[in-house]
């Protein structure tokens, strides 16, 4: 069974800084594409970032583009988004997915909220 | 960027009766190497991830019941459930992967009328 779980969400200033985490079992990690997406309260779902099965390559959405960093390490089964600057509207949930024949969002998500 | 737009934004049925969801793609996301549309459907309830109904455009997904199909190519899709049931009151999003940003639909709220 997949499993997703995120982590490293929390309150931060403006202009801070965080770490997010995503630990994953029940597949082969490292034959996958994954992604974050975000969705702010009330809101609907934005896509975030990916990035490849080998970490090669990765795509962000623009609004993020030049603050987050996508990363990963097989090794360890985690994936990590790692934003800087922090704004206000970047307060959302974060959820991991994996890749495949489509986005599978398996966990529970994770809480970011930007506010001074 | 592909912009994915749903209608409607709201929608409310009777239970029983059929919902019928849109989702339009400002350009084509039909891979011609594959001939697969690459579009998914997800079901999100309050405090939930989002859950994949149908993917490829119109392949259900294993468990998912089959009062929820899905159909069209190209730039416009459909998710349909035949017969409403109260456990469907969600929010229902389309997303395509077919190029970076894998975009979303705004979303579409079913109530039960």
């Known amino acids: 069974e997949v499993q997703l779980v995120e982590s490293g969400g929390g309150l931060v200033q403006p202009g801070g800084s965080l770490r997010l985490s995503c630990a994953v079992s029940?597949?082969?990690?490292?034959?996958?594409?994954m992604s974050w997406v975000r969705q702010a309260p009330g809101k609907g779902l934005e896509w975030v970032a990916n990035i490849k099965r080998d970490g090669s390559e990765e795509y962000y959405v623009d609004s993020v583009k030049g603050r987050f960093t996508i990363s990963r390490d097989n090794a360890r089964n985690s994936l990590y988004l790692q934003m800087n600057s922090l704004r206000a509207e970047d307060t959302a949930v974060y959820y991991c997915?994996?890749?495949?024949?489509?986005?599978?969002?398996g966990g529970q998500g994770t809480l970011v909220t930007v506010s001074s | 960027d592909i912009v994915m737009t749903q209608s409607p934004d709201s929608l409310a049925v009777s239970l029983g009766e059929r919902a019928t969801i849109n989702c339009r793609s400002s350009q084509s996301v039909l891979s011609r190497s594959s001939n697969k549309n690459s579009l998914t459907w997800y079901q999100q309830k309050p405090g939930q991830p989002p859950k994949v109904l149908i993917y490829?455009?119109?392949t259900r997904e294993s468990g998912v019941p089959d009062r929820f199909s899905g159909s069209g190519s190209g730039t416009d899709f459909t998710l349909t459930i035949s017969s409403l049931q109260a456990e469907d009151v969600a929010v229902y999003y389309c997303?395509?992967?077919?190029?970076?940003?894998?975009?979303f639909g705004q979303g579409t709220r079913l109530e039960i009328k």
């Open positions: 997915a994996k890749g495949g024949d489509y986005w599978h969002y």
């Open positions: 490829w455009a119109s």
């Open positions: 029940g597949f082969t990690f490292s034959r996958y594409w």
């Open positions: 997303q395509h992967h077919y190029s970076n940003p894998n975009t």
